[in-house]
């Protein structure tokens, strides 16, 4: 090996970043999209590891999830809009609102924010991806496959049916005999997977993929939300999945783990169930009002009141989130120590979320608001937030829930928190950043129509079940006699539920047409302060063509708010185009660390999510050998994946230079 | 400050050491990780606190070959260690010999288990504690039986010739799920083969 060889294959591996400018249409900015941009067709649809790629289908599948959850929950109010109806067999219905639980919570709720944070993490934190783009591609394949798994049997009438947190001994072989259950536990384990590598994609990329100079005081609070939810994920969700594990084995092999007459224990499961289920609850709502932090700012004109205050309540609440989960079991007969000590934590809760209510609230008093759509779902968020969390407060207190447990009151309160703080952001942050996915406006007339009609259908549907709870309805009754009193309140309900999905139509038909024929966007339609505005609408597939740098917490406000002297510098910056790079940064302050060398697009996470689907559903037809056949083929997609790339510099430079003689 | 300085000194370049990605996402694996134990362990004893059957069910359990085999794997996790420290000082053909032999010490670990597994009298549905026994020893087999097959992928890769002193990333981050597998053991061991004696 001579000097001259060695020296040249050494000198990758440090460098100094190019700085510069890489305006539209130079050369350098030609290169860098000819570096990042997807293959067309089949094959790159199949291989992109493109992040707004990759978000914008979680955006969509999730929400044909959420009309597909809205399709059951119509059906349902339809069965029971009047007494004794017959729409409906017992066992149905039981399908019904299991499936519709498990679809808006699992397959709606979290997927829809994972794909805005997907979409939106590299663009707000100016960078040119994810830390794992592959990982990023894997969580949505299989978010995808599960999904469908847990509706392979609906079609043939044998869809999980023992209620979303499917509580033993019903969900036990004993008294659910068909493939129901499994369906459900087999699901929710791959979906686990789905969920935990997305989590440790946005732990990572919070923790090294921040532009220069994005120090952990400056990072948008939807990041701190998404932050704070991934890593409750990381903890809750072996949880849940140990619990669904431990329940197939019972059912399949004869195991013991919740099988009474042989010393298991039904509460097991409910203490595992809830221990993941009440973090969860957190994490399908942090995010969303992440969201609202960020966006509603825009539309009151001036910075978020109380950014510091916002931030950390939203890390207090999550932590608090763990500590909560007996106030689903109250009335299971636990000492009343237990009883006391969890209902307290759960109404200190409501410490962390005022605090992120009157931050939204000062915001608006002190701002100047403009009243465009955007701005009327998020203050129509904080308003159902502050009913949703008044109600919980109120079943917080052990003896009132003795009495509200598994009335309709339970099901107002969770209908008012989910949809309050996760489908109103949601459907709020769609028109907000409408414009940035797809380059055109949504209609403002067709948008206000929609707002108004889902806030009222919301609130009509919604608001009497409290009122059916306190008189005593119980939830999860497939019908009921006309003379219990509940006939006109379950009307109401019927009626605000199809008004509630009028509403809904309404926002998808803007959306159709505004995708054809919405007025033209430009980079930022709002004038918004966060770096997703500061490019071209929709973003380049490379992102940013230089890596920003980054002086304040509004970069595109610098200059009117009152920021003080720093200004980042977005025009000028690194430049790293020797393949696809970008920059990593430090934990906290975000100074340089590393020149990261991103992989290319690739099949692996499209196979290995693939074989994993395949092999659980070898596993629930109990096709033992094709099961094991399949682990064996995601093993060896896996292998392909890590093994040590040379253009990710992983392995030894010795074996470079005698590759480039080879090929060079 | 008014202006931004660009940066003056040189950057590394690709998956370097603990800098890498790779090796961040396989710190928050072992937390999912550690946390999934935490769980296993946690049903344990919430299902061993209130048993009214004898437990364990062949009485306080024997410590002497399952203690044994505890130190043949911390003595594999040793060597794996060893192996990237000779990869780092450029010896390369140590390394490669020190990893085949924490591969082996590993393999070894699968095989006095199993017999260990056969000695029992009880299998996983004849009663709660085999349930649990089975079960929590049974998903660090298969964490073992992953990591072996992670350590013989680097081994495979060691001599291909594909690391160095100073491009071995995937060296360090598979030899840290060595060391997590490993490690998590010593509290499954604790639980099942210490904590009756309590």
């Known amino acids: ?664 | 400050m008014a202006k931004l300085i660009p940066l003056q000194e040189p950057l590394p370049v690709g998956s370097y050491g603990k800098r890498s990605n790779g090796w961040w996402g396989l710190l928050t694996l072992i937390v999912t990780e550690g946390s999934l134990f935490g769980y296993l362990l946690f049903s344990y004893f919430y299902l061993a606190a209130q048993t009214q059957q004898q437990w364990p069910p062949d009485g306080l359990p024997r410590l002497a070959i399952p203690g044994i085999n505890t130190l043949i794997l911390l003595a594999s996790s040793g060597f794996v260690w060893i192996s990237e420290y000779c990869l780092k000082s450029k010896k390369i053909r140590s390394s490669i010999i020190l990893m085949a032999v924490a591969i082996l010490l590993g393999t070894g670990f699968i095989m006095i288990q199993l017999s260990e597994w056969n000695k029992k009298p009880y299998t996983m549905i004849t009663d709660l504690y085999g349930s649990l026994y089975f079960t929590i020893t049974g998903f660090h087999m298969a964490h073992v039986v992953v990591g072996i097959i992670i350590l013989s992928l680097l081994l495979l890769w060691m001599m291909l010739g594909y690391f160095d002193d100073k491009r071995h990333v995937s060296v360090s981050i598979g030899g840290l799920y060595w060391h997590f597998v490993d490690g998590v053991w010593l509290f499954v061991f604790a639980t099942l083969y210490l904590s009756p004696y309590l």
């Not at chain 1, 294959?9 to 249409?25: C, K, T, Y």
């Not at chain 1, 994810?130 to 990982?135: N, T």
């Not at chain 1, 973090?279 to 709502?285: A, I, R, S």
């Not at chain 1, 309900?493 to 926002?507: Q, V």
Request: contains cysteine; hydrophobic residues 50%.
């Open chain 1, 1 to 664: 090996m001579n000097p001259i060889a060695k020296n040249s294959s050494d000198a990758p591996l440090m460098r100094v970043p190019e700085f510069g400018r890489a305006p539209l249409g130079s050369a350098a900015e030609k290169r860098l999209a000819s570096l990042w941009e997807t293959l067309p067709g089949w094959r790159g649809w199949l291989a992109t590891v493109d992040h707004k790629e990759i978000g914008l289908r979680y955006i969509i599948t999730a929400f044909v999830f959420l009309l597909i959850g809205g399709v059951e929950a119509l059906v349902m109010r339809v069965q029971l809009a009047r007494p004794d109806q017959a729409l409906l067999t017992p066992e149905q219905y039981n399908q019904l609102f299991t499936m519709h639980g498990v679809t808006m919570i699992f397959l709606y709720s979290l997927p829809i924010l994972s794909g805005f944070s997907n979409y939106l993490w590299p663009l707000l934190l100016g960078s040119r991806d994810m830390a794992f783009p592959r990982l990023n591609a894997l969580s949505y394949w299989l978010f995808l496959f599960a999904g469908i798994f847990l509706y392979v049997s609906f079609p043939v009438g044998q869809a999980p049916n023992a209620g979303w947190f499917n509580y033993v001994p019903l969900s036990s072989l004993e008294f659910d005999t068909g493939p129901n259950i499994d369906v459900y536990a087999l699901g929710m384990v791959l979906l686990g997977i789905s969920t935990t590598v997305g989590s440790i994609n946005f732990v990572v990329t919070l923790f090294r993929m921040r532009a220069p100079g994005m120090s952990i005081n400056r990072v948008p609070i939807m990041v701190w939300g998404t932050l704070t939810a991934s890593v409750g994920n990381l903890l809750a969700v072996p949880s849940v999945s140990l619990a669904f594990f431990l329940l197939w084995l019972d059912r399949q092999t004869g195991t013991h783990f919740f099988d009474v007459s042989n010393g298991g224990k039904p509460l097991l499961w409910q203490h595992l169930f809830w221990m993941f289920g009440h973090p969860w609850v957190y994490v399908v709502v942090l995010p969303a009002m992440g969201i609202v932090s960020d966006a509603l700012p825009t539309f009151c004109r001036r910075p978020l009141v109380g950014y510091a205050a916002v931030a950390l309540s939203t890390m207090a609440t999550m932590l608090l989130g763990f500590e909560v989960w007996i106030h689903h079991m109250f009335a299971t007969g636990l000492p009343t120590l237990a009883l006391s000590f969890f209902g307290a934590a759960s109404m200190v809760i409501s410490i962390p979320s005022a605090v992120a209510v009157f931050a939204w609230i000062a915001t608006i008093w002190l701002g100047r608001p403009v009243f465009t759509t955007p701005f009327l779902f998020f203050a129509g968020f904080v308003m159902l937030f502050v009913i949703g969390g008044v109600s919980g407060v109120m079943t917080a207190a052990v003896p009132l829930d003795f009495q509200l447990t598994d009335t309709y009151f339970v099901v107002a309160h969770l209908h008012y928190v989910l949809l309050g703080i996760n489908v109103f952001p949601v459907v709020g942050g769609i028109y907000y950043w409408f414009p940035k996915f797809f380059g055109r406006m949504m209609d403002e007339r067709l948008g206000k129509w929609s707002f108004w009609v889902m806030f009222t259908g919301f609130n009509i549907g919604f608001f009497p079940m409290h009122i059916a709870g306190l008189m005593g309805m119980p939830r999860r009754i497939y019908t009921y006699s006309g003379d219990m009193g509940w006939n006109t309140i379950n009307m109401v309900t019927s009626i605000g539920a199809f008004l509630f999905a009028a509403g809904i139509l309404i926002f998808m038909v803007n959306a159709l047409i505004s995708l054809k024929r919405g007025a033209l966007a430009g980079n930022n339609p709002w004038d918004a302060a966060t770096l997703e505005w500061s490019v071209s609408s929709p973003p380049p597939a490379y992102n940013f063509a230089v890596i920003p740098l980054i002086a304040s917490r509004h970069p595109l406000w610098e200059n009117r708010a009152d920021e003080g002297a720093a200004r980042s510098s977005l025009d000028e910056g690194y430049l790293l185009l020797q393949g696809r790079e970008t920059l990593a940064t430090t934990p906290l302050d975000a100074r340089p660390d590393l020149i990261l060398k991103m992989p290319d697009d690739s099949y692996a996470p499209f196979f290995l999510g693939l074989f994993s689907a395949l092999m659980f559903a070898g596993l629930l037809l109990q096709w033992w050998d094709f099961a094991g056949l399949m682990a064996i083929a995601g093993g060896i997609a896996l292998t392909a994946w890590m093994w040590p790339g040379r253009k990710q510099e992983q392995s030894a430079s010795a074996m470079h230079s005698a590759r480039d003689a080879e090929h060079g």
